[in-house]
Protein backbone atom coordinates (compact mmCIF):
# COMPACT_ATOMS: atom_id res chain seq x y z
CA UNK A 1 0.00 0.00 0.00
CA UNK A 2 1.15 3.74 -0.80
CA UNK A 3 1.91 6.26 1.32
CA UNK A 4 -0.52 8.71 1.87
CA UNK A 5 -0.18 11.65 0.17
CA UNK A 6 -0.25 14.81 2.34
CA UNK A 7 -0.75 17.46 -0.57
CA UNK A 8 -3.49 15.51 -2.35
CA UNK A 9 -6.27 17.95 -2.61
CA UNK A 10 -10.19 16.25 -2.99
CA UNK A 11 -12.32 18.08 -5.13
CA UNK A 12 -14.93 19.17 -2.29
CA UNK A 13 -17.81 21.58 -3.07
CA UNK A 14 -16.47 25.27 -2.93
CA UNK A 15 -19.93 25.84 -0.75
CA UNK A 16 -19.04 23.04 2.01
CA UNK A 17 -15.44 23.52 2.60
CA UNK A 18 -14.60 24.33 6.21
CA UNK A 19 -18.12 22.46 6.81
CA UNK A 20 -18.33 19.57 9.79
CA UNK A 21 -21.25 17.11 9.94
CA UNK A 22 -24.61 17.36 11.82
CA UNK A 23 -24.96 15.97 15.10
CA UNK A 24 -25.67 16.19 18.91
CA UNK A 25 -23.24 15.09 21.14
CA UNK A 26 -22.81 11.66 22.71
CA UNK A 27 -21.66 11.41 25.22
CA UNK A 28 -21.49 8.74 27.84
CA UNK A 29 -23.44 10.08 30.77
CA UNK A 30 -25.94 8.62 33.46
CA UNK A 31 -29.23 10.97 31.89
CA UNK A 32 -29.40 11.14 28.13
CA UNK A 33 -32.30 13.25 26.97
CA UNK A 34 -30.74 15.74 24.55
CA UNK A 35 -32.07 14.51 21.15
CA UNK A 36 -35.64 13.66 22.01
CA UNK A 37 -35.41 9.91 21.92
CA UNK A 38 -38.40 7.89 23.27
CA UNK A 39 -36.84 6.78 26.37
CA UNK A 40 -38.83 3.45 26.99
CA UNK A 41 -37.46 0.27 25.36
CA UNK A 42 -39.52 -1.07 22.94
CA UNK A 43 -42.01 -3.73 24.64
CA UNK A 44 -41.55 -7.52 24.25
CA UNK A 45 -44.33 -8.24 21.97
CA UNK A 46 -42.84 -5.60 19.52
CA UNK A 47 -39.43 -7.45 19.68
CA UNK A 48 -41.27 -10.23 19.06
CA UNK A 49 -43.35 -9.08 15.89
CA UNK A 50 -40.28 -7.57 14.24
CA UNK A 51 -38.24 -10.61 15.01
CA UNK A 52 -40.90 -12.76 13.46
CA UNK A 53 -41.41 -10.09 10.27
CA UNK A 54 -38.24 -9.88 9.78
CA UNK A 55 -37.29 -14.05 9.75
CA UNK A 56 -39.70 -14.17 7.86
CA UNK A 57 -38.49 -11.78 4.60
CA UNK A 58 -34.85 -13.15 5.19
CA UNK A 59 -35.11 -15.82 2.69
CA UNK A 60 -35.78 -13.48 0.23
CA UNK A 61 -33.16 -10.80 0.79
CA UNK A 62 -31.47 -12.40 -2.54
CA UNK A 63 -33.84 -10.69 -4.26
CA UNK A 64 -34.67 -6.43 -4.37
CA UNK A 65 -37.29 -5.27 -2.43
CA UNK A 66 -40.46 -4.49 -3.06
CA UNK A 67 -39.93 -0.43 -4.30
CA UNK A 68 -43.38 0.86 -4.33
CA UNK A 69 -44.04 -0.81 -0.87
CA UNK A 70 -47.81 -1.02 -1.16
CA UNK A 71 -48.91 -2.95 2.21
CA UNK A 72 -46.12 -0.54 3.99
CA UNK A 73 -48.43 2.84 2.37
CA UNK A 74 -51.77 0.82 3.30
CA UNK A 75 -50.69 0.23 7.11
CA UNK A 76 -49.24 4.05 7.49
CA UNK A 77 -52.53 5.07 5.80
CA UNK A 78 -54.49 3.12 8.55
CA UNK A 79 -52.43 4.22 11.56
CA UNK A 80 -52.87 7.89 10.55
CA UNK A 81 -56.79 7.50 10.35
CA UNK A 82 -56.68 6.12 14.02
CA UNK A 83 -54.31 8.74 15.33
CA UNK A 84 -55.38 11.50 13.68
CA UNK A 85 -59.13 10.90 12.38
CA UNK A 86 -58.21 11.71 9.08
CA UNK A 87 -58.32 8.77 6.45
CA UNK A 88 -56.13 9.07 3.08
CA UNK A 89 -55.57 6.41 0.89
CA UNK A 90 -52.52 4.53 0.25
CA UNK A 91 -51.16 6.21 -2.91
CA UNK A 92 -51.34 9.30 -0.62
CA UNK A 93 -48.29 8.07 1.64
CA UNK A 94 -45.01 8.57 0.42
CA UNK A 95 -42.23 6.90 3.11
CA UNK A 96 -38.07 6.97 3.11
CA UNK A 97 -35.01 6.05 5.47
CA UNK A 98 -36.15 8.37 7.92
CA UNK A 99 -38.06 11.61 7.90
CA UNK A 100 -34.60 13.47 6.74
CA UNK A 101 -34.54 11.19 3.27
CA UNK A 102 -38.36 12.58 2.81
CA UNK A 103 -37.33 15.91 3.64
CA UNK A 104 -34.19 15.37 1.18
CA UNK A 105 -36.71 13.81 -1.44
CA UNK A 106 -39.04 17.10 -1.34
CA UNK A 107 -35.64 19.45 -1.96
CA UNK A 108 -34.98 17.44 -4.27
CA UNK A 109 -37.51 17.27 -6.57
CA UNK A 110 -39.00 20.73 -5.72
CA UNK A 111 -36.05 23.12 -4.61
CA UNK A 112 -32.67 23.73 -6.53
CA UNK A 113 -31.18 26.95 -8.65
CA UNK A 114 -34.14 29.26 -9.20
CA UNK A 115 -36.33 26.95 -6.58
CA UNK A 116 -35.69 28.91 -3.42
CA UNK A 117 -37.16 27.76 -0.05
CA UNK A 118 -38.55 29.38 2.74
CA UNK A 119 -38.73 28.71 6.78
CA UNK A 120 -39.40 30.26 9.78
CA UNK A 121 -36.71 30.14 12.57
CA UNK A 122 -35.35 29.33 14.98
CA UNK A 123 -36.45 25.55 13.97
CA UNK A 124 -35.13 22.26 12.83
CA UNK A 125 -31.33 23.06 12.18
CA UNK A 126 -31.44 20.05 9.29
CA UNK A 127 -33.41 22.14 7.12
CA UNK A 128 -30.25 24.56 5.78
CA UNK A 129 -28.91 21.10 5.38
CA UNK A 130 -31.29 19.94 2.91
CA UNK A 131 -31.06 23.03 1.14
CA UNK A 132 -27.34 23.04 0.92
CA UNK A 133 -27.31 20.04 -0.12
CA UNK A 134 -30.18 20.49 -3.14
CA UNK A 135 -28.18 23.70 -4.19
CA UNK A 136 -31.47 25.19 -2.65
CA UNK A 137 -31.83 28.54 -1.64
CA UNK A 138 -32.95 28.95 1.91
CA UNK A 139 -34.66 32.16 3.02
CA UNK A 140 -36.43 32.56 6.76
CA UNK A 141 -38.64 34.66 8.17
CA UNK A 142 -37.75 34.88 12.25
CA UNK A 143 -40.55 33.79 14.68
CA UNK A 144 -42.10 36.51 17.08
CA UNK A 145 -41.07 36.62 20.66
CA UNK A 146 -43.09 33.98 21.76
CA UNK A 147 -42.19 31.30 18.90
CA UNK A 148 -45.37 32.20 16.77
CA UNK A 149 -44.66 32.20 12.97
CA UNK A 150 -45.75 35.83 12.06
CA UNK A 151 -48.02 35.04 9.12
CA UNK A 152 -48.08 38.47 7.40
CA UNK A 153 -44.19 38.74 7.64
CA UNK A 154 -44.18 35.10 6.25
CA UNK A 155 -46.92 35.51 3.76
CA UNK A 156 -45.39 38.63 2.41
CA UNK A 157 -41.90 36.82 1.82
CA UNK A 158 -43.75 34.55 0.18
CA UNK A 159 -44.99 37.07 -2.28
CA UNK A 160 -41.28 38.50 -2.91
CA UNK A 161 -39.44 35.45 -3.17
CA UNK A 162 -42.20 33.20 -5.01
CA UNK A 163 -40.69 29.79 -3.07
CA UNK A 164 -40.78 26.16 -4.08
CA UNK A 165 -41.10 25.38 -0.89
CA UNK A 166 -42.35 26.81 2.28
CA UNK A 167 -41.43 24.11 5.50
CA UNK A 168 -42.68 24.81 9.09
CA UNK A 169 -42.47 22.12 11.38
CA UNK A 170 -45.88 21.98 13.73
CA UNK A 171 -44.75 21.53 16.99
CA UNK A 172 -41.28 22.96 16.45
CA UNK A 173 -37.87 22.15 17.07
CA UNK A 174 -36.50 23.13 19.09
CA UNK A 175 -39.76 25.71 20.82
CA UNK A 176 -42.30 22.64 21.37
CA UNK A 177 -44.87 24.78 20.12
CA UNK A 178 -47.21 24.38 17.73
CA UNK A 179 -48.74 26.23 14.85
CA UNK A 180 -52.16 27.12 15.05
CA UNK A 181 -54.48 25.84 12.20
CA UNK A 182 -55.96 28.84 11.16
CA UNK A 183 -52.62 30.13 10.28
CA UNK A 184 -52.37 27.24 8.24
CA UNK A 185 -55.32 27.48 6.24
CA UNK A 186 -54.46 30.89 5.83
CA UNK A 187 -50.99 29.89 4.57
CA UNK A 188 -51.96 27.21 2.23
CA UNK A 189 -55.01 29.92 0.82
CA UNK A 190 -52.30 32.12 -0.04
CA UNK A 191 -49.79 29.82 -1.91
CA UNK A 192 -51.89 28.67 -4.32
CA UNK A 193 -49.78 30.08 -6.94
CA UNK A 194 -46.60 31.70 -5.15
CA UNK A 195 -44.28 29.41 -6.59
CA UNK A 196 -41.56 30.16 -9.61
CA UNK A 197 -43.08 30.35 -12.79
CA UNK A 198 -46.94 30.87 -11.50
CA UNK A 199 -46.85 27.61 -9.76
CA UNK A 200 -47.96 26.42 -6.54
CA UNK A 201 -45.65 26.50 -3.18
CA UNK A 202 -45.59 23.59 -1.87
CA UNK A 203 -46.33 24.25 1.63
CA UNK A 204 -44.43 21.05 3.97
CA UNK A 205 -46.01 20.74 7.65
CA UNK A 206 -43.00 18.67 9.53
CA UNK A 207 -45.30 17.01 11.85
CA UNK A 208 -41.86 14.96 13.30
CA UNK A 209 -43.88 15.72 17.03
CA UNK A 210 -47.25 15.34 16.14
CA UNK A 211 -48.67 12.76 18.21
CA UNK A 212 -47.20 14.29 21.11
CA UNK A 213 -49.42 17.48 20.83
CA UNK A 214 -52.00 18.55 23.18
CA UNK A 215 -55.17 17.27 23.17
CA UNK A 216 -57.51 19.92 21.05
CA UNK A 217 -54.84 20.55 18.79
CA UNK A 218 -55.53 19.27 14.99
CA UNK A 219 -53.04 17.78 12.83
CA UNK A 220 -52.30 19.92 9.80
CA UNK A 221 -53.79 16.05 7.87
CA UNK A 222 -57.41 17.46 8.20
CA UNK A 223 -56.78 20.02 5.61
CA UNK A 224 -54.96 17.63 3.14
CA UNK A 225 -57.95 17.02 0.78
CA UNK A 226 -59.14 20.75 0.04
CA UNK A 227 -54.92 21.46 -0.57
CA UNK A 228 -52.69 19.86 -3.19
CA UNK A 229 -50.05 21.91 -2.14
CA UNK A 230 -49.93 20.38 0.94
CA UNK A 231 -47.75 17.55 2.71
CA UNK A 232 -47.75 16.69 6.30
CA UNK A 233 -44.60 14.54 7.61
CA UNK A 234 -44.07 12.38 10.22
CA UNK A 235 -41.84 9.88 11.40
CA UNK A 236 -41.69 6.47 13.52
CA UNK A 237 -38.78 7.74 15.21
CA UNK A 238 -40.52 9.49 18.51
CA UNK A 239 -43.86 8.19 19.14
CA UNK A 240 -42.76 4.20 18.13
CA UNK A 241 -39.45 4.42 20.15
CA UNK A 242 -38.22 3.34 16.56
CA UNK A 243 -35.53 6.15 15.95
CA UNK A 244 -33.14 3.11 15.00
CA UNK A 245 -35.11 2.00 12.33
CA UNK A 246 -34.99 4.56 10.18
CA UNK A 247 -38.74 5.53 9.05
CA UNK A 248 -40.00 8.34 7.98
CA UNK A 249 -42.96 9.56 5.99
CA UNK A 250 -45.39 11.90 4.59
CA UNK A 251 -49.01 12.63 3.08
CA UNK A 252 -49.54 14.31 0.70
CA UNK A 253 -51.98 14.20 -2.87
CA UNK A 254 -50.76 11.30 -5.02
CA UNK A 255 -49.03 14.33 -7.48
CA UNK A 256 -46.48 14.69 -4.78
CA UNK A 257 -45.46 10.88 -4.25
CA UNK A 258 -45.41 10.47 -8.16
CA UNK A 259 -42.85 13.76 -8.48
CA UNK A 260 -40.40 12.10 -5.26
CA UNK A 261 -40.34 8.76 -7.31
CA UNK A 262 -38.01 10.37 -9.81
CA UNK A 263 -35.25 11.26 -7.45
CA UNK A 264 -35.49 8.93 -4.66
CA UNK A 265 -32.33 6.17 -5.02
CA UNK A 266 -33.50 2.72 -6.15
CA UNK A 267 -35.27 0.43 -3.75
CA UNK A 268 -34.09 2.77 -1.08
CA UNK A 269 -35.90 0.96 1.51
CA UNK A 270 -35.02 -2.46 2.41
CA UNK A 271 -37.30 -5.28 2.80
CA UNK A 272 -35.76 -5.63 6.14
CA UNK A 273 -37.10 -1.87 7.34
CA UNK A 274 -40.36 -2.51 5.32
CA UNK A 275 -41.00 -5.85 7.46
CA UNK A 276 -40.21 -4.23 11.10
CA UNK A 277 -41.96 -1.21 10.30
CA UNK A 278 -44.94 -3.50 9.50
CA UNK A 279 -44.53 -5.30 12.28
CA UNK A 280 -44.21 -1.86 15.08
CA UNK A 281 -47.61 -0.71 13.01
CA UNK A 282 -49.76 -3.65 14.24
CA UNK A 283 -48.36 -3.04 18.30
CA UNK A 284 -49.19 0.85 17.65
CA UNK A 285 -51.87 0.33 20.74
CA UNK A 286 -48.59 -0.42 23.13
CA UNK A 287 -46.24 2.35 21.61
CA UNK A 288 -49.26 5.09 21.76
CA UNK A 289 -49.56 4.13 25.59
CA UNK A 290 -45.75 5.37 25.76
CA UNK A 291 -46.24 8.29 24.26
CA UNK A 292 -49.83 9.18 26.86
CA UNK A 293 -46.98 8.71 29.38
CA UNK A 294 -44.66 10.41 28.52
CA UNK A 295 -47.03 13.35 27.48
CA UNK A 296 -47.66 13.39 31.35
CA UNK A 297 -44.15 13.58 32.38
CA UNK A 298 -44.02 16.63 29.80
CA UNK A 299 -46.24 18.79 31.33
CA UNK A 300 -45.23 17.83 34.96
CA UNK A 301 -41.52 18.70 33.46
CA UNK A 302 -43.29 22.29 32.57
CA UNK A 303 -45.35 22.87 35.44
CA UNK A 304 -41.79 22.07 37.44
CA UNK A 305 -39.38 24.47 35.32
CA UNK A 306 -42.05 27.19 35.73
CA UNK A 307 -42.35 26.89 39.26
CA UNK A 308 -37.92 27.14 39.35
CA UNK A 309 -39.01 30.80 37.61
CA UNK A 310 -37.77 30.27 34.43
CA UNK A 311 -39.47 30.97 31.26
CA UNK A 312 -40.78 28.00 29.48
CA UNK A 313 -42.15 27.61 26.00
CA UNK A 314 -45.12 25.61 25.29
CA UNK A 315 -44.52 22.10 24.46
CA UNK A 316 -47.00 19.92 22.01
CA UNK A 317 -43.53 17.38 21.97
CA UNK A 318 -42.02 15.10 23.83
CA UNK A 319 -39.43 18.11 25.08
CA UNK A 320 -39.21 21.43 26.74
CA UNK A 321 -37.48 24.23 25.77
CA UNK A 322 -36.52 27.08 29.20
CA UNK A 323 -34.68 30.06 29.98
CA UNK A 324 -33.57 32.64 29.89
CA UNK A 325 -29.76 32.10 31.31
CA UNK A 326 -27.30 34.72 30.81
CA UNK A 327 -24.74 32.02 30.39
CA UNK A 328 -26.46 28.90 28.71
CA UNK A 329 -23.60 27.14 28.60
CA UNK A 330 -22.22 27.15 31.90
CA UNK A 331 -25.76 25.93 32.90
CA UNK A 332 -25.31 22.88 30.30
CA UNK A 333 -21.52 22.10 31.53
CA UNK A 334 -22.80 22.42 34.92
CA UNK A 335 -25.76 19.86 34.35
CA UNK A 336 -22.81 17.47 32.41
CA UNK A 337 -20.98 17.43 35.21
CA UNK A 338 -23.84 15.93 37.35
CA UNK A 339 -24.61 13.58 34.72
CA UNK A 340 -27.26 14.99 32.95
CA UNK A 341 -27.12 15.52 29.02
CA UNK A 342 -29.40 18.02 27.38
CA UNK A 343 -28.98 20.33 24.48
CA UNK A 344 -27.95 23.47 24.27
CA UNK A 345 -29.58 25.04 20.87
CA UNK A 346 -31.37 27.50 19.43
CA UNK A 347 -31.69 31.36 20.47
CA UNK A 348 -29.01 32.38 22.88
CA UNK A 349 -29.98 31.93 26.53
CA UNK A 350 -32.45 28.66 26.30
CA UNK A 351 -32.07 25.12 26.74
CA UNK A 352 -33.76 22.19 25.55
CA UNK A 353 -34.64 18.97 27.67
CA UNK A 354 -36.15 15.70 26.20
CA UNK A 355 -38.89 13.84 28.68
CA UNK A 356 -36.81 11.14 30.02
CA UNK A 357 -38.20 7.99 32.40
CA UNK A 358 -39.96 9.37 35.32
CA UNK A 359 -36.40 8.42 37.08
CA UNK A 360 -34.02 10.43 34.83
CA UNK A 361 -36.84 13.53 34.70
CA UNK A 362 -36.43 13.75 38.54
CA UNK A 363 -32.51 13.85 38.23
CA UNK A 364 -32.90 16.34 35.37
CA UNK A 365 -34.97 18.44 38.06
CA UNK A 366 -32.55 17.55 40.79
CA UNK A 367 -29.94 18.77 39.35
CA UNK A 368 -31.47 21.46 37.41
CA UNK A 369 -32.55 22.93 41.07
CA UNK A 370 -28.81 22.62 42.58
CA UNK A 371 -27.33 24.45 39.39
CA UNK A 372 -29.55 27.53 39.29
Not at 8 to 29: I, S
Not at 313 to 321: G, H, I, K, R
Request: cysteine-free; charged content about 20%.
Amino acid sequence: MSAVNASLKLPLRADLAGMEPYGAPQLDVAVTINVNENPYPVPEPVIEAITQAVREVAGGLNRYPDRDFPALRGALADYLAGESGVKVPPEWIWAANGSNEVMHHLFTAFGGPGHPALSSSPTYSMYPEYARNTLTELFDVPRREDFSVDVPALLAEVKRLRPALLVLASPNNPTGTHLPQDDIHEILAETRETGPDGAATVVVIDEAYGEFRRDGVPSALELLADNQHLVVSRTMSKAFAMAGLRLGYLAAHPEVATKLMIVRLPYHLSAVTQAAALAALSKADLLQAQVARMRVTRDHMVATLRGMGLTVAESDTNFVFFGKFKDRQKIWQDLLDRGVLIRSVGPDGWLRASVGTEEETERFLSALKEVI
